[in-house]
């Protein structure tokens, strides 16, 4: 567990994290397929090599439940992805923390405040982005 700590922590301070072949199961190359068969340009090259802090981006969700154990989806308005269901989320601001961005995202999409409490995941695609899904 203290490798995964470390690691955590290097890559919130902006160290390029070791990324082997089975780290990553959702390649960038294999993300801009999807893209391309959705009609829609992808961002990145695939032969795209990222820069930690330079050229990552940061994004935070939010999975946020009531005592009854309901989970707070929202339908998305963006044109790539209008009337899907998702959590909320969004990107994190040059200079903002992972709480500081989660509470922010949350206030602006649903208009809820609330206090994340647990880091429930951490998700990448070829070290191009990292998501950091919060309770």
Not at 27 to 37: F, G, M, P, Y
Not at 96 to 119: Q, S, W, Y
């Amino acid at each position: 567990m203290s490798s995964v700590i470390n690691q955590l922590e290097d890559l919130l301070e902006g160290l390029d994290p070791v990324v082997t072949e089975d780290y990553v199961d959702f390649t960038l190359k294999q993300q801009n397929e999807v893209q391309i068969a959705k009609g829609i340009t992808p961002s990145a090259p695939a032969n795209y090599v990222p820069v930690t802090k330079k050229t990552v981006t940061y994004i935070v969700m939010a999975a946020i439940t009531n005592d009854a154990g309901d989970v707070l989806f929202m339908q998305e308005a963006k044109s790539s992805c209008a009337g899907q269901w998702y959590l909320p989320a969004g990107k994190v601001e040059p200079g903002e923390d992972l709480e500081t961005a989660c509470k922010r995202e949350v206030k602006e999409e649903t208009g809820l405040e609330i206090m994340p409490t647990t880091l429930l995941a951490i998700e990448t695609a070829s070290g191009s982005w990292f998501r950091f899904v919060m309770t």
